[in-house]
């Protein structure tokens, strides 16, 4: 089953920034200078390894908007959508009413073609100063009538407050078509986790870093860990920690090519920390293993070999061949 989502909004609100951000594992410094989309741009992503997300991402010039409600192209656009954001620059109050105009027009669209989808406003660039705020603009975008099923949400890739609202959409959608294989997932980290006597593992999708599922030791549970804590752990991208090995994999091969090394592969990172170790192995391509033990629980024969036994059922339940 693959998910529609569209991303709507005037030229400049940031979507496909925040498409980047959320799908992409990238930060706001390596987004900051994205030239205008023009058209739609229609990209493919795994979320989470668990689903296939179709993101409809549509530039927002005028001309560009004019064209998404021809008779020509409505249909096609608005038909069998999941999930519709409509994103607005919360700093650009100039256009504020632009941006409502063109939202009632999709909101018709959207719920003539595709009426169970979740329809979501983004306040976004929630970072700058001259802000409208939230509860300012729902005003504002309800005030000639209610919006039925509309929610409102704020979001800033600067500060890095997107990924938690918008994974917590997706998740929503996620839990109800693949519980059984999250389930599953959960039993065979929870078993490791006891096996290695660690503090926390997680499995991570390599392409955005984010967490596809978790298990924390018995020393974490016992203390308690309050929701924020597992809301860090589900919308945290731990990407930063993970390329370092792509990055290693070249200078291996230049020492392998000077005949200082005799390895051809490198597939596993660790962190020597104050207290800790962070293990992180890659178990295939696109999903990588993170694991946090004390240090005199480190060894790393018996992480590979814990490793290698799960690995072909974790990729069976995650469908990676």
């Known amino acids: 089953m693959v998910l529609k989502i569209i991303l709507l909004g005037l030229s400049n609100a940031g979507k496909t920034t925040l498409i980047r951000h959320i799908l992409e594992g990238k930060e706001f410094d390596e987004l900051e200078n994205l030239p205008p989309t023009e ?158 006597n660690a503090k926390l593992i997680m499995l991570i999708n390599k392409d955005d870093g984010l967490e596809i599922n978790s298990s924390v030791g018995p020393e974490i549970e016992t203390k308690l860990i309050d929701k924020e804590a597992i809301e860090f752990l589900q919308y945290l991208s731990v990407k930063t920690l993970i390329y370092p090995i792509n990055i290693a994999r070249d200078l291996v091969e230049q020492f392998r090519e000077k005949g200082f090394l005799n390895s051809k592969k490198i597939n596993t990172t660790i962190f020597k920390l104050d207290e800790e170790y962070i293990f992180i192995r890659d178990i295939h391509e696109s999903v990588s293993i993170f694991i946090a033990t004390p240090l005199m629980h480190l060894s790393i024969d018996k992480f590979e070999q814990e490793i290698a036994k799960i690995t072909p059922k974790l990729l069976e339940i995650l469908k990676i061949s």
Request: net charge positive.
């Open 39 to 196: 058209g739609i741009n229609t990209n493919e992503y795994r979320y989470r390894r668990l689903v296939e997300i179709s993101v409809f991402d549509c530039g927002g010039q005028k001309q560009f908007l004019e064209g998404y409600f021809s008779e020509k192209m409505e249909r096609t656009i608005f038909s069998n959508v999941r999930v519709f954001f409509w994103i607005v620059d919360v700093s650009d109050k100039d256009r504020l009413e632009e941006s409502r105009s063109w939202f009632k027009k999709a909101f018709a669209s959207i719920k003539q073609f595709s009426p169970d989808a979740k329809i979501y406003v983004l306040a976004n660039k929630y970072d700058k100063k001259d802000k409208i705020p939230k509860n300012e603009l729902k005003e504002f975008f309800t005030e000639q009538g209610p919006l039925a099923d509309v929610t409102f949400h704020t979001t800033s890739v600067k500060s890095k407050t997107a990924r938690t609202p918008i994974c917590k959409i997706l998740n929503v959608l996620i839990e109800k078509t693949e519980t059984l294989r999250i389930q599953n997932l959960q039993k065979i980290t929870d078993g490791l986790i006891s096996r290695l």
